[in-house]
């Protein structure tokens, strides 16, 4: 075959590329994953999540009056945490649109861990729901975000048992 015609080095090396690249993407899910939510083990925001959790919050609807409320008791520790952690909308001044797509898969998957401990027992598809609303999702970014549950198998999926260790 004549090499200059042969498109296999190409698609070798433009395959390769995006191996590598996605690599890259891996390696910050990972350092992502390592740090999630590690403000909540510290001051202000430690003796914060300990009264919600005495509030029982886990046990309340997503999105209820009620979890709101609760909330907006604890409003100090709760801003710290969203302008410590870049998967909240809160974290930038223009919301959803200074997010990257890390922080939008790390926010995703929040939203599902967060839900798992709730009242409505893992509904992914509710809080996706209230939180259109909750922080004007476009609609295709709710396409993406829904077909990303779809795709993780979630509507019918249930959360693991928690195990001793």
């Not at 861990?113 to 009242?119: G, L, V």
């Given at each position: 075959?004549?090499?200059?015609?042969?498109?296999?080095?190409?698609?070798?090396?433009?395959?390769?590329?995006?191996?590598?690249?996605?690599?890259?993407?891996?390696?910050?899910?990972?350092?992502?994953?390592?740090?999630?939510?590690?403000?909540?083990?510290?001051?202000?925001e430690k003796s914060a999540f300990d009264r919600l959790k005495a509030l029982s919050l886990s046990g309340m609807a997503y999105g209820s009056e009620e979890y709101r409320a609760c909330l907006r008791a604890e409003k100090p520790a709760i801003q710290h945490h969203y302008e410590?952690?870049?998967?909240?909308?809160?974290?930038?001044?223009?919301?959803?649109?200074?997010?990257?797509?890390?922080?939008?898969?790390?926010?995703?998957?929040?939203?599902?861990?967060?839900?798992?401990?709730?009242?409505?027992?893992?509904?992914?598809?509710?809080?996706?729901?209230?939180?259109?609303?909750?922080?004007?999702?476009?609609?295709?970014?709710?396409?993406?975000?829904?077909?990303?549950?779809?795709?993780?198998?979630?509507?019918?999926?249930?959360?693991?048992?928690?195990?001793?260790?």
């Amino acid at each position: 075959m004549n090499t200059s015609t042969d498109s296999l080095p190409d698609t070798q090396a433009h395959i390769e590329r995006v191996q590598t690249l996605l690599q890259t993407a891996i390696n910050n899910l990972a350092i992502r994953a390592v740090g999630h939510d590690a403000s909540k083990l510290v001051e202000p925001e430690k003796s914060a999540f300990d009264r919600l959790k005495a509030l029982s919050l886990s046990g309340m609807a997503y999105g209820s009056e009620e979890y709101r409320a609760c909330l907006r008791a604890e409003k100090p520790a709760i801003q710290h945490h969203y302008e410590n952690n870049s998967h909240h909308p809160e974290f930038y001044p223009n919301g959803l649109d200074g997010m990257s797509l890390f922080d939008v898969l790390e926010m995703l998957l929040d939203w599902k861990a967060a839900t798992e401990r709730m009242k409505d027992g893992g509904d992914i598809v509710r809080s996706l729901e209230i939180n259109r609303e909750r922080f004007k999702i476009s609609p295709q970014l709710e396409a993406i975000l829904a077909n990303t549950i779809k795709e993780m198998g979630w509507p019918d999926s249930k959360p693991l048992p928690v195990t001793k260790g």
